[in-house]
């Protein structure tokens, strides 16, 4: 739990999280970061975000099950559970 509550401490992850619950499937990571470079403040490069996201965020959600990469890695899929959606209502 303490896990879950540190990884949605993070709004870009909370964000990312959200835009992966829309999402039927995986999605590849540079579409993420440009969906999520729409809904990020200010004005952020998206190439950027690739990398933040492949080294950060998405390293952190994986551990705790909340996102699946595919086999390959090129995409990704949300895979989070009960417990992560209360706690995404909260916030």
């Known amino acids: 739990m303490d896990a879950v509550f540190g990884v949605l401490s993070d709004a870009r992850r909370r964000r990312t999280i959200r835009i992966l619950q829309t999402r039927e499937g995986s999605i590849s990571v ?3 970061a440009e969906t999520l470079a729409a ?4 004005d952020p490069d ?3 975000l690739v990398v933040s ?3 950060v965020h998405l ?5 705790t099950g909340i996102v699946e990469y ?3 890695r ?3 899929q949300y895979g989070g559970g009960p417990l992560v ?3 995404l209502e909260q916030v």
Do not use: F, I
Not at 39 to 42: A, L, N, Q, S, V
Not at 59 to 63: I, S
């Open 70 to 72: 595919t086999s390959d």
């Open 59 to 63: 390293p952190k959600l994986e551990t």
């Open 39 to 42: 809904r990020e403040p200010g």
């Open 85 to 87: 959606e209360r706690l």
């Open 46 to 48: 998206p190439d950027r």
């Open 30 to 32: 540079p579409a993420l």
């Open 74 to 76: 090129s995409g990704v």
């Open 53 to 55: 996201l492949q080294h």
